[in-house]
Nanobody
């Protein structure tokens, strides 16, 4: 299993970014996918989750209405569209999936929201 995030960077408050997570090594369309983030000095937190075929999505209250998770099962990719970014969204963002008892993580991508 391999998860590779991309799309991070520096953005001004109020700006937008789209993260991508390319998955390989498993039947992507059969598994829920998640985005987590971890800010300096804080615990990793769940940001968004999408069901295997995209019919169900859920968000942390802190990002609801600003972030949108989506997936393209033909491309084995999950996305996180982030709008109206705030300085408190600064963190390393990770893609995640769970197969059985095993958690799989990408390497993370840094998002910095600053003027």
């Amino acid at each position: 299993v391999q998860l590779v995030e991309s799309g991070g960077g520096l953005v001004q408050p109020g700006g937008s970014l789209r993260l991508s997570c390319a998955a390989s090594g498993f039947m992507f369309s059969r598994y829920d996918m998640k985005w987590y983030r971890q800010a300096p000095g804080k615990e990793r937190e769940l940001v968004a989750v999408i069901s295997s075929y995209g019919g169900s999505r859920d968000y942390a209250s802190s990002v609801k209405g600003r972030f949108t998770i989506s997936r393209d099962n033909a491309k084995n990719t999950v996305y996180l569209q982030m709008n109206s970014l705030k300085p408190e969204d600064t963190a390393v963002y990770y893609c995640n999936t769970v197969r059985g008892l095993l958690d799989y993580w990408g390497q993370g991508t840094q998002i910095t929201v600053s003027s």
